[in-house]
Nanobody, 120 residues
Framework: QLQASGGGLVQAGGSLRLSCAAS????????VAWFRQAPGQEREFVAL????????DYTDSVKGRFTISRDNAKNTMYLQMNNLKPEDTAVYYC???????????????WGQGTLVTVSS
């Protein structure tokens, strides 16, 4: 089970940190990722963190602004979002998988989503 939190309303240029707490499985051996879905749009990949080597991957639109991280001791993953833009407005979902990749189909378990709204 994944529980996402940290969303909210922020002005453009501001920051938010999303958290996602995992329970019920060995979180430390799973890849973790964030996806988002804006109103009227399909879900898209945002960021990914490899469980073992720490490699990360980001969609181009968030590179240099967002940082994905994890704390295995707390079974929690994070998405630090800086310099937010109105186009970042979306429901953000955390997810975990055994298969590394940016496709949502790789991910077996999803959080419930947390809404991020960025005003201009």
């Amino acid at each position: 089970q994944l529980q996402a939190s940290g969303g909210g309303l922020v002005q453009a240029g501001g920051s938010l940190r999303l958290s996602c707490a995992a329970s019920g499985r060995d979180f430390s051996v799973l890849h973790v990722a964030w996806f988002r879905q804006a109103p009227g749009q399909e879900r898209e990949f945002v960021a990914l963190l490899h469980w073992k080597d720490g490699n990360t991957d980001y969609t181009d639109s968030v590179k240099g602004r967002f940082t994905i991280s994890r704390d295995n001791a707390k079974n929690t993953m994070y998405l630090q979002m800086n310099n937010l833009k109105p186009e970042d407005t979306a429901v953000y979902y955390c997810a975990v998988a055994r298969l590394y990749g940016t496709s949502g189909s790789n991910y077996n378990y999803w959080g419930q989503g947390t809404l991020v709204t960025v005003s201009s």
